[in-house]
Structures are given as structure tokens and as C-alpha cells.
């Protein structure tokens, strides 16, 4: 089990930039990928953005360019730098991370998840 914790979330205008952090309890860079997701009202959760042991990095389309997915293996922190913030990107956002699977060579399911942190962007 791994215990993740958001916090950066807050308001801002079109435009803006806003940073989220996720600290994880327990973390090894080589054995967990991390990912970001979010939520908005009445809508599914989506991707946004996930970052595997060796870092590489897969991104939505609707962030592509403006988001960036990153982590500190020794603080246990991962990042997500969001810019040119757009309305459409107010949500719950997520912190989650999964096992990786050195049998098959994969991320697993994500299976531990945040309690998220709002990110609201007016117009």
C-alpha cells in the first residue's frame, strides 16, 4: 500500500500556471509508476498524465504542450506543472501510482490513489 497526499491546487485565471505535488509514503523509483488523473463534475476520470520507472512519460492530448509530469525519487514527490491553464482544465486531480510488473516488463493497474487536490480555471 502506498499512501499518496496532494496539495497545489487552488484558482487561477485562463492562462495561468498552477503546480501540484504527491508525496508517497512508501516509494521506490524502480519499482512503482506514477500517474495523474482528474475528475470534473459529471464527467469520467481521465489520464492526464503518468510517468514509468525508467521516466518515461505519456501524456493526454488535451495537455500535450502544456502539461509537464515529473518526480524526485529522493524526496518521493511527483509533479505536475500545468500552464496555459484553460477552463476546460478545472477538475479533482489525482495523484495514483501502480506496481511495476518485472515479469512482463509493465505498469500494473493503478491501484493506490490520493484524495485529490481542486484545480479551478476561470475564464
Known amino acids: 500500500q502506498v499512501y499518496l497526499v496532494e496539495s497545489g491546487g487552488g484558482s487561477v485565471q485562463a492562462g495561468g500556471s498552477l503546480g501540484l505535488s504527491c508525496v508517497a509514503s512508501?516509494?521506490?523509483?524502480?519499482?512503482?509508476?506514477m500517474g495523474w488523473f482528474r475528475q470534473a463534475p459529471g464527467k469520467e476520470r481521465e489520464e492526464v498524465a503518468s510517468?514509468?520507472?525508467?521516466?518515461?512519460?505519456t501524456y493526454a492530448d488535451s495537455v500535450k504542450g502544456r502539461f509537464t509530469i515529473s518526480k524526485d525519487n529522493a524526496k518521493k514527490t511527483l509533479y505536475l506543472q500545468m500552464t496555459s491553464l484553460k477552463p476546460e482544465d478545472t477538475a479533482m486531480y489525482y495523484c495514483?501510482?501502480?506496481?511495476?510488473?518485472?515479469?512482463?516488463?509493465?505498469?500494473?493497474?493503478?491501484?493506490?490513489w490520493g484524495q485529490g487536490t481542486q484545480v479551478t480555471v476561470s475564464s
Open positions: 495514483a501510482a501502480r506496481p511495476f510488473d518485472y515479469g512482463s516488463g509493465t505498469c500494473e493497474e493503478f491501484d493506490n
Open positions: 510517468i514509468d520507472n525508467s521516466d518515461g512519460t
Open positions: 512508501v516509494y521506490t523509483s524502480s519499482d512503482y509508476c
